[in-house]
Structure formats: C-alpha cells, structure tokens
C-alpha cells in the first residue's frame, strides 16, 4: 500500500487515507510547518520585482501621482492603462521593454510615510452685495446641474399602506 508524502513536514503518513490526511492536516503541526513552508516564498516575492510593483501601485493609489514622493518618469519611458486589471504598466520606448515596476521609484516602508493629505472641497462663491439670486417674476429657477430639487417634507405624498392596515388622518 502506497504511503502518503506530506511535503510540509518532508514526512510519510502511516495511514494513507481521506481521513488520516484529513486529521493530519487538523493538526497544530501541520499548520505550522504549513506556515514557515509558504513562509519564505512570499519573503521572496516581496523582495522580488511584483513586490515593488504591487507596493508602488498601493503608494499611488493611496496619494496620487502628484505625491511628491513619486518622481516624474525618465526620458523615454511611457505610462499606459492595462485595460484588463486597471493598472499602470511602464514601456521603455527605446528598447520596447514593458514591466509593472515604475522605474526610479521606491515607495517609503508601511508606517513610515506621512499620512495622505486631507485636501477640503472649496467653499461654494460668495454673492456679491445686493444679489439675492431671486428670480423674475414669472420665469422659473432651474436648480443646478447634478442636484435634484426635493419638496420640502410637508408636500411629500404619504407612503402606501399595505393593505388591511389602518391609516391614520
């Protein structure tokens, strides 16, 4: 009877059944030799070239682009949307070459950049003396684009009711 090869603890199961991997795979062994296996490959990715990539990408997406942490691409390098996933991706228009790594840029370590600036929205104009933006008698005032007029509560129709519910004056 085959035996079962558990490649996180590089040991062979007596029991080579469903249920004998089921319960090993229970065990707080099996989870920690799961968990310092898997361990240093996402200390490599993370040193690795995606790694730059996806924290670059986290930087811009919290601060923007004009964020002046962020340099300017270098001569000869292009910007474009990858229509797909949305993303950046970079193209040296020399040599053709494409990567999702800004070139010249690496972002502060989580919690060592400042917080993203809070920037308020403008205030709305101020009317000049004498203006009451009251319109002429018998045309109608338009509201602003984008903003819907709502009744003031006391011109809105009552809800429905159900039905075999009572209603109230």
Aim: net charge positive.
């Amino acid at each position: 009877m085959p035996r079962f090869f558990d490649d996180y603890s590089n040991t062979y199961l007596t029991h080579d059944s469903a249920a004998g991997r089921k319960q090993q795979r229970r065990g707080w062994k099996f989870r920690e030799n799961f968990k310092l296996h898997y361990e240093k490959h996402v200390q490599e990715w993370q040193r690795g070239p995606m790694g730059l990539a996806a924290a670059q990408q986290a930087y811009i997406r919290a601060r923007g682009v004009d964020d002046p942490a962020v340099p300017p691409l270098p001569d000869g390098w292009k910007e474009e949307l990858d229509e797909v996933t949305g993303i950046s991706f970079f193209i040296d228009t020399v040599s053709g070459k494409r990567t999702w790594v800004r070139p010249g840029f690496i972002p502060p370590p989580p919690g060592q950049a400042p917080p993203p600036r809070y920037v308020p929205p403008p205030p709305p104009p101020m009317l000049p003396p004498g203006n009451t933006m009251v319109p002429p008698p018998g045309s109608v005032m338009l509201p602003p684009p984008g903003n819907a007029m709502v009744p003031p509560p006391s011109h809105l129709p009552p809800p429905p009711q159900p039905p075999g519910f009572p209603s109230y004056p």
